[in-house]
């Protein structure tokens, strides 16, 4: 089910069910209802009787299996997603939360799956909220999620949710996000510094003309053709596909211009509109 913030984003073509036309996670979105505009709420984001709304579309589509989850076209808090899941009785997912999982779901290479993971980490860590998790005993969580990293079966929960020498369930928690986080920012720069290795040995040897390799980056939003244009340019086949982020990792190849000096060009990751950048920080 696909949520649009207000008709007027449905009307200026901001939110559009062709978003969402091309293999995706296995989140399915198979309805998209109109909704009044309206100012967010802190709790639900959306109002009591919109949440009714909703949970009746829900009932409906319940017997035949049409639903599986809520897309919000917004960035939600995590108490917001908490409690929409509480309501509707699906996993909810918001903007943001979407276009990481497709980022997850097309990542090949080491750099991009420690990128994903990294917006992943970064995002959850500000949706911490309390939820109920294994055993019936509560904990502090990402929408739904009982642990953010993998530390299933550690942290203790007593009164209060203290773990340790006096550290909160919460505490443990950030703790572990960040511990995650450190590890992940090390593991890119590795990659990294490889990279710039790589970099300085290709414009060393610019081909037989002596020159030196210059890269042409080819940027844009995303599935606006990149790829495509890349290959034509360079007699490649790299690949393609007309959805979101079918690229994630910057692809470099290699074609003579009319000078016949030869260049590289380097197809980039899309943009995409209204998306928090503080959430990609690598």
Not at 3 to 27: I, M, V
Not at 105 to 127: D, F, N, P, V
Not at 216 to 233: E, F, I, M, Q, R
């Amino acid at each position: 089910m696909c949520l649009a913030n207000s008709l007027e984003d449905q009307r200026d073509g901001y939110f559009h069910t062709d978003f969402f036309d091309k293999p995706l996670p296995p989140h399915v979105l198979v309805q998209n209802p109109s909704l009044k505009g309206h100012k967010p709420r802190a709790d639900t984001y959306f109002g009591p009787g919109t949440v009714d709304t909703i949970k009746c579309h829900l009932n409906a589509a319940e017997t035949k299996g049409e639903v599986d989850a809520v897309f919000v076209n917004a960035t939600l808090s995590g108490i917001q997603l908490r409690n929409m899941e509480r309501a509707w009785s699906k996993p909810v997912v918001d903007r943001v939360g979407l276009i990481i999982e497709i980022f997850n779901a097309h990542a090949y290479t080491k750099e991009a799956r420690l990128q994903a993971e990294l917006a992943a980490l970064s995002y959850k860590k500000s949706r911490l909220v309390r939820v109920l998790g294994p055993g019936g005993r509560y904990t502090f969580g990402a929408s739904g999620e009982a642990e953010v990293v993998s530390a299933r079966g550690r942290g203790g929960g007593g009164q209060g949710f203290m773990s340790g020498a006096g550290e909160t369930e919460l505490q443990l928690q950030r703790r572990r996000v960040l511990e995650r986080r450190n590890y992940l920012l090390t593991q890119i720069d590795e990659v990294r510094r490889t990279r710039v290795v790589q970099r300085a040995g290709r414009k060393r040897h610019g081909g037989s003309s002596g020159h030196r390799l210059a890269t042409v980056a080819v940027v844009g939003y995303t599935n606006a053709g990149k790829s495509t244009l890349v290959s034509n340019l360079t007699d490649s086949d790299l690949y393609s596909d007309c959805r979101l982020f079918a690229t994630v990792d910057p692809r470099l190849r290699s074609a003579a211009l009319p000078s016949g000096r030869k260049v590289l060009f380097s197809d980039t990751v899309g943009f995409i509109s209204d998306l928090p950048v503080q959430v990609f920080e690598v």
